[in-house]
Each structure stands twice: as structure tokens, then as C-alpha cells.
Nanobody, 127 residues
């Protein structure tokens, strides 16, 4: 069973930065995180889930929500089975639980459809 574990959340002042990590494990024999498209999704209290960013396993292409473009950057280190979300110039409206997620199929598109989710990491932006 695929497992995703997020870390790196915390409390930061407006304008600050955080780097979230998502470590994957439990892949079928012969496969690792590099085969899987990974997305970051956030959910703020009382709001619906919002897709933040995605990195494709097909060609490494990335997508971002308009609300984070120019401030967030997604990347992957396949040797470490890890995907990162670098978040800069954080604002109070970025406060949410951040989840990483992946599709059960390899080489899937960044289409916002996910089967496996991590437990989430809390990001709080406040002065």
C-alpha cells in the first residue's frame, strides 16, 4: 500500500517561507516515487480543498494554482522518494492543512484526481 508522509509545516509570519516535504513508500516492486505524479492540495477551515501544485511523472512539468504562482515551487528528488513544496512570501490566506497526494496509476496526468493521500501538515501564517 502506497503511503505518503508530509512534513515541514509550522507557524510562520507573513512574508516568511516554509518547505514542505512528501516522502513516498510502499510502492509495488520495481517502482518508486519517480513513476508517480504528485500533487499538493490544501484545505483551510470551512473551505473546500484547493489544488495548489502538481508535478508530472511523465515529463516533469508543473502546474500551480493562480493564488500561489510566483510564490510556490514544486520539485522532486527521486533518489530520496521525496517531493517538495517551497513556499515563499506566505500570507495569512495560505493558512491550511497541506496534503500531498498521488494517483494509483503510474504516469498519470496532473488532473487533480488522486487515490492516495498523506495525513497532512498544518501551515499557519500569522503575525
Amino acid at each position: 500500500q502506497v503511503q505518503l508522509v508530509e512534513s515541514g509545516g509550522g507557524l510562520v509570519q507573513p512574508g516568511g517561507s516554509l518547505r514542505l516535504s512528501c516522502v513516498g513508500s510502499g510502492f509495488a516492486s520495481g517502482f518508486d516515487l519517480s513513476y508517480y505524479t504528485i500533487g499538493w492540495v490544501r484545505q483551510a477551515p470551512g473551505k473546500e480543498r484547493e489544488g495548489v501544485s502538481c508535478i508530472s511523472s511523465v515529463d516533469g512539468s508543473t502546474t500551480y494554482a493562480d493564488s500561489v504562482k510566483g510564490r510556490f515551487a514544486i520539485s522532486r528528488d527521486n533518489a530520496q522518494n521525496t517531493v517538495y513544496l517551497q513556499m515563499n512570501n506566505l500570507q495569512p490566506e495560505d493558512t491550511a492543512v497541506y496534503y500531498c497526494a498521488t494517483d494509483r496509476l503510474i504516469y498519470s496526468a496532473c488532473d487533480g484526481q488522486y487515490d492516495y493521500w498523506g495525513q497532512g501538515t498544518q501551515v499557519t501564517v500569522s503575525s
